[in-house]
């Protein structure tokens, strides 16, 4: 199962990648398992990196091909995968680095809304893409996104599917850091590094308290939006939206 998702170790800076390179790195349920695996793996580490292999993508989505199909049973089912990772994600005792190395559109973009740093290259393109698809973000990006780059933002990149470049994304605070590609990996593993020497439970006091302070309503949102997100499936646009994706043609809204 490995295969799709890897991790190493240096000190306590582990490092996770997503390992399908011919698929930008898309999310199929084996790799979405897999990945929950590994972030288990990771409980005993004193800071994580997020990654996807190859130069052209962190994590380009969820798998369509997969999704186009699925029941609002099976899209519930999926969206609780999902959301039960950005969760874990969000809730680790150490604090967790995306490196955006290249494509992060909807569940990629998700994955590293729940993360607690953003560090983009400058190659990178971000965005919340789902309209397009006939659905909406299902991970936690309507809860998530908004949180972090502000309400009037957040309906732009929802609404019209924005894809952002990293100089854009890094305006609007969705990310904190661009870097050049070859200087991404040396950027994160410093900070990492930094952030593994600190003391490990004042770190995880910091990161719960920070977390703290949107608690008392993500949890609703968060639980709203999945039942939304899956209620989707089944209807017209989500047929036409994912169908046009698969056959790489623009979709035909009614």
């Given at each position: 199962?490995?295969?799709?998702?890897?991790?190493?170790?240096?000190?306590?800076?582990?490092?996770?990648?997503?390992?399908?390179?011919?698929?930008?790195?898309?999310?199929?349920?084996?790799?979405?398992?897999?990945?929950?695996?590994?972030?288990?793996?990771?409980?005993?580490?004193?800071?994580?990196?997020?990654?996807?292999?190859?130069?052209?993508?962190?994590?380009?989505?969820?798998?369509?091909?997969?999704?186009?199909?699925?029941?609002?049973?099976?899209?519930?089912?999926?969206a609780e995968l999902g959301h039960r990772?950005?969760?874990?994600?969000?809730?680790?005792?150490?604090?967790?680095?995306?490196?955006?190395?290249?494509?992060?559109?909807?569940?990629?973009?998700?994955?590293?809304?729940?993360?607690?740093?953003?560090?983009?290259?400058?190659?990178?393109?971000?965005?919340?893409?789902?309209?397009?698809?006939?659905?909406?973000?299902?991970?936690?990006?309507?809860?998530?996104?908004?949180?972090?780059?502000?309400?009037?933002?957040?309906?732009?990149?929802?609404?019209?599917?924005?894809?952002?470049?990293?100089?854009?994304?890094?305006?609007?605070?969705?990310?904190?850091?661009?870097?050049?590609?070859?200087?991404?990996?040396?950027?994160?593993?410093?900070?990492?590094?930094?952030?593994?020497?600190?003391?490990?439970?004042?770190?995880?006091?910091?990161?719960?308290?920070?977390?703290?302070?949107?608690?008392?309503?993500?949890?609703?949102?968060?639980?709203?939006?999945?039942?939304?997100?899956?209620?989707?499936?089944?209807?017209?646009?989500?047929?036409?939206?994912?169908?046009?994706?698969?056959?790489?043609?623009?979709?035909?809204?009614?």
């Amino acid at each position: 199962m490995t295969e799709n998702a890897t991790i190493t170790r240096e000190g306590g800076v582990a490092t996770i990648t997503v390992d399908r390179p011919d698929s930008l790195n898309a999310l199929n349920t084996n790799t979405l398992r897999v990945l929950e695996e590994l972030i288990e793996e990771t409980e005993d580490a004193r800071a994580v990196v997020l990654t996807g292999a190859g130069e052209d993508a962190f994590v380009a989505g969820a798998d369509i091909g997969y999704m186009k199909e699925l029941s609002v049973s099976e899209a519930m089912e999926y969206a609780e995968l999902g959301h039960r990772i950005c969760d874990r994600i969000e809730t680790h005792s150490a604090p967790v680095i995306a490196a955006i190395n290249g494509y992060a559109f909807g569940g990629g973009c998700e994955l590293a809304l729940a993360c607690d740093l953003r560090v983009a290259s400058e190659n990178a393109v971000l965005g919340q893409t789902e309209i397009d698809l006939g659905i909406v973000p299902g991970w936690g990006g309507t809860q998530r996104l908004s949180r972090l780059v502000g309400d009037a933002a957040a309906r732009r990149m929802v609404f019209l599917g924005e894809r952002l470049d990293a100089e854009a994304a890094a305006e609007i605070g969705l990310v904190g850091e661009v870097v050049p590609p070859e200087e991404l990996d040396s950027v994160v593993g410093e900070m990492a590094a930094r952030m593994a020497e600190k003391p490990r439970f004042a770190l995880a006091a910091a990161k719960e308290a920070l977390n703290q302070v949107h608690e008392s309503h993500q949890s609703a949102g968060l639980a709203y939006e999945k039942r939304l997100w899956s209620g989707l499936f089944g209807t017209e646009d989500q047929h036409e939206g994912m169908e046009a994706f698969v056959e790489n043609r623009d979709p035909e809204f009614e």
